[in-house]
T-cell receptor, first 108, second 112 residues
Framework: KNEVEQSPQNLTAQEGEFITINCSYSVGISALHWLQQHPGGGIVSLFMLSSGKKKHGRLIATINIQEKHSSLHITASHPRDSAVYICAVGDNTDKLIFGTGTRLQVFP | EPEVTQTPSHQVTQMGQEVILRCVPISNHLYFYWYRQILGQKVEFLVSFYNNEISEKSEIFDDQFSVERPDGSNFTLKIRSTKLEDSAMYFC??????????FGPGTRLTVT
């Protein structure tokens, strides 16, 4: 069983739609990260959270520690949001354990 | 805003050659990491480094790999004798605390 599972694997949306990407994990964590990877390959850190909810612009991330689940929401999606979104959890050592990513395509 | 940088952006090398991938972490950060991503696969942890020594390494990080922080600013990953299967994107990350990590743009290594 994967320690970090994301759903869906692929997601297509029309511009303006509300998008949700889910992440479930099975290990004890110190923090959960949401990352964005564009086609060129570079990784950008979107959020790091260990409880509750964070918001940055049109992006919202939530985490439920008891249920070992996090969601990333994108409001009013735009074609420039098209990317791979990756959930990664920091376990009780230093390292991050990554999910396989969710490929999002937003069409105009 | 400070950021992690990596050089080169793309490295092509022949099998059996040594390569050094370079990273400049954010200046006041204390924790340093290398990850890799083989094309089409998920990102995998290689090694973490703190206080001038390796704090954890994965099974991937065998004797062919080494890391160094030679001058207090650079953080390097050396692969002594590259194999075809070392072809991947290599990401450096740094953090001020153990639970935060800021990623560099990556170095694409192609072994021919």
């Amino acid at each position: 069983k994967n320690e970090v599972e994301q759903s869906p694997q692929n997601l297509t949306a029309q511009e303006g739609e509300f998008i949700t990407i889910n992440c479930s994990y099975s290990v004890g964590i110190s923090a959960l990260h949401w990352l964005q990877q564009h086609p060129g390959g570079g990784i950008v850190s979107l959020f790091m959270l260990s409880s509750g909810k964070k918001k940055h612009g049109r992006l919202i991330a939530t985490i439920n520690i008891q249920e070992k689940h996090s969601s990333l929401h994108i409001t009013a999606s735009h074609p420039r949001d098209s990317a791979v979104y990756i959930c990664a959890v920091g376990d009780n050592t230093d390292k991050l354990i990554f999910g396989t990513g969710t490929r999002l395509q937003v069409f105009p | 805003e400070p950021e992690v940088t990596q050089t080169p952006s793309h490295q092509v090398t022949q099998m059996g050659q040594e390569v050094i991938l370079r990273c400049v972490p954010i200046s006041n950060h204390l924790y340093f990491y290398w990850y890799r991503q083989i094309l089409g696969q998920k990102v995998e942890f290689l090694v973490s480094f703190y206080n001038n020594e390796i704090s954890e390494k994965s099974e991937i990080f065998d004797d062919q790999f080494s890391v160094e922080r030679p001058d207090g600013s650079n953080f390097t990953l050396k692969i002594r004798s590259t194999k075809l299967e070392d072809s991947a994107m290599y990401f450096c990350a740094s953090g001020l605390w153990t639970y935060e990590q800021y990623f560099g743009p990556g170095t694409r290594l192609t072994v021919t």
